[in-house]
């Protein structure tokens, strides 16, 4: 997964210059188009689609490398109309706008029509450094 400029900027702040930002509330985006560390990609857009909530539980290392995943399912149902297909997905600090945190391609691109759902399981979302 890749951070995005925004979140590299904040954290660079934090360490080195003693800037507080306060904690954001994550949401995971579905986009149809890689949204790129300076955030230019394609999110899904529709009237049925809302961004989800997403939390983590604690960092972890496995092999050397350092990880978080999230902590529950994420359910994007009730979808009214095609989506396109999704390639990528992001994390944002905020369900509507916001800035993008983090962003990686899906591992199998899907196409989403009306009626479908997508789920994501428990631990399907790593954001690792390591």
């Known amino acids: 997964m890749n ?9 660079l702040n934090h360490f080195f210059r003693g800037r507080s930002t306060p ?3 994550c949401s995971l985006h579905l986009y149809i188009s890689n949204p790129t ?7 899904v857009n529709g009237a049925s689609y809302t961004p989800q909530r997403i939390t983590f539980r604690e960092p972890e290392s496995i092999d050397g490398k350092t990880h978080i995943a999230n902590d529950a399912e994420i359910r994007f149902t009730g979808i009214q109309e095609n989506w396109g ?3 990528h997905f992001g994390i944002r ?15 199998v691109p899907r196409e989403i ?3 479908d759902e997508s789920i994501w399981s428990i631990g399907s979302i790593r954001i690792s450094k390591g």
Request: aromatic residues 2%.
């Open 37 to 43: 560390d300076a955030d230019i990609g394609t999110e």
């Open 113 to 115: 029509l009306a009626g």
């Open 23 to 25: 904690p954001p509330q």
């Open 85 to 87: 297909t999704i390639t």
């Open 93 to 107: 600090d905020a369900i509507n706008g916001g800035n993008l945190l983090a962003h990686a391609p899906v591992e």
């Open 3 to 11: 951070a995005s400029n925004y979140l590299e900027t904040v954290a």
